[in-house]
Nanobody, 123 residues
Framework: QVQLVESGGGLVQAGGSLRLSCAAS??????MGWFRQAPGKEREFVAC????????YYADSVKGRFTISRDNAKDTVYLQMNSLKPEDTGVYYC??????????????????WGQGTQVTVSS
C-alpha cells in the first residue's frame, strides 16, 4: 500500500497563492488527484492528472486558478493554487487513482489517501 504525505498548506490572504505537494512512498504511475473538505461539508473533487501528466481535469470552482502537475521521477504530485478565495478553505487530500482509472472525479475512483493538509484563506 502506497503512503501519501501532503505538505504546503497554511494560512494565506484572499488573492494569495499556495503550492501543495504530495509525496508518495513508492513509484506510482496511477492517475492522481486532489480533493478538499470544508468544515461541515462533504469531501469534494478538486483536480486530477493522468499517469503521464498528459491530461488534467478540474472542478469548475477552481478552473483557471489551480494547476495540478506531477514529477514521476520524484514520485510527487503538486497543486498550485492562485487567486485563492475564502471558499477554498479546507483540508486538502491527495489520492491515488485505482489501476483501471485513467481519470476520475469520484472518491470511489481512488484507492489510497493522504492524511490531508489544512488550507485557510482569510478575507
Amino acid at each position: 500500500q502506497v503512503q501519501l504525505v501532503e505538505s504546503g498548506g497554511g494560512l494565506v490572504q484572499a488573492g494569495g497563492s499556495l503550492r501543495l505537494s504530495c509525496a508518495a512512498s513508492g513509484r506510482t504511475l496511477n492517475m492522481m488527484g486532489w480533493f478538499r473538505q470544508a468544515p461541515g461539508k462533504e469531501r469534494e473533487f478538486v483536480a486530477c492528472i493522468t499517469w503521464n501528466g498528459g491530461i488534467t481535469y478540474y472542478a469548475d470552482s477552481v478552473k483557471g486558478r489551480f494547476t495540478i502537475s506531477r514529477d514521476n521521477a520524484k514520485d510527487t504530485v503538486y497543486l498550485q493554487m492562485n487567486s485563492l478565495k475564502p471558499e477554498d478553505t479546507g483540508v486538502y487530500y491527495c489520492a491515488r487513482g485505482r489501476r483501471w482509472a485513467a481519470v476520475g472525479t469520484a472518491s470511489a475512483d481512488f484507492d489510497s489517501w493522504g492524511q490531508g493538509t489544512q488550507v485557510t484563506v482569510s478575507s
